[in-house]
């Protein structure tokens, strides 16, 4: 996993400048957004900045230091950048707003994908016709997404309350047939 520390006002990291960057090694294969990295900042009284991360799970750590000379900016520099931030704010605000709607309906396609890949999850509790029709859903939005890059907030919205709205049919038939089955047992 590549580190990457910015300076800037703006939301979008490709607005900022780049400080620093190093590498995290060691760190097991996972789904997306599973690994939990910490990140922390010190700036020390001769104005070092230190950055370190760690991951969670593997406890494998690293750490970059910024001398005061590559970050430290004058007074010109920063009321710009300001002035800058404030101007590109509502711009910066609707991207992020389109970054994050994408970035949901992405996680939940792909945690969707995991949960019934998973036999100790939900994959040992559908039918073969089930199972299809799910991979099917998946690999449907999979390429929707690929194929729809430029689409916009409300349409990545629709596309996940629709996705979920067809997950959570399967769902339901799932659950009626383990409560079914549950009374069966009882009798």
Not at 39 to 60: C, M, N, P, W
Not at 95 to 120: C, G, H, M, T
Not at 130 to 153: C, Y
């Amino acid at each position: 996993v590549d580190v990457n520390v910015f300076q800037g006002e703006r939301n979008l990291v490709k607005e900022n400048k780049l400080l620093a960057s190093f590498e995290l090694n060691g760190i097991r294969p996972a789904p997306v957004g599973v690994p939990e990295i910490k990140v922390k900042f010190y700036i020390d009284k001769d104005g070092i900045l230190t950055v370190t991360a760690r991951d969670e799970d593997s406890g494998s750590s690293g750490k970059i230091q910024v001398d005061r000379s590559k970050y430290h900016l004058s007074d010109e520099v920063i009321t710009k950048m300001i002035k800058e931030a404030k101007t590109f704010e509502e711009e910066d605000k609707k991207l992020k707003e389109k970054i994050e709607a994408r970035n949901d309906l992405e996680s939940y396609v792909y945690s969707i994908r995991n949960q019934f890949n998973d036999w100790n999850d939900l994959a040992g509790k559908v039918t073969h016709e089930e199972k299809k029709d799910i991979d099917s859903l998946v690999n449907e939005k999979i390429a929707w997404m690929e194929e729809n890059e430029d689409a916009g907030v409300w349409e990545l919205r629709r596309q996940k309350n629709k996705f979920k709205d067809e997950i959570d049919l399967i769902m339901v038939d799932i659950l009626l047939r383990e409560e079914i089955g549950g009374a069966k047992e009882e009798l």
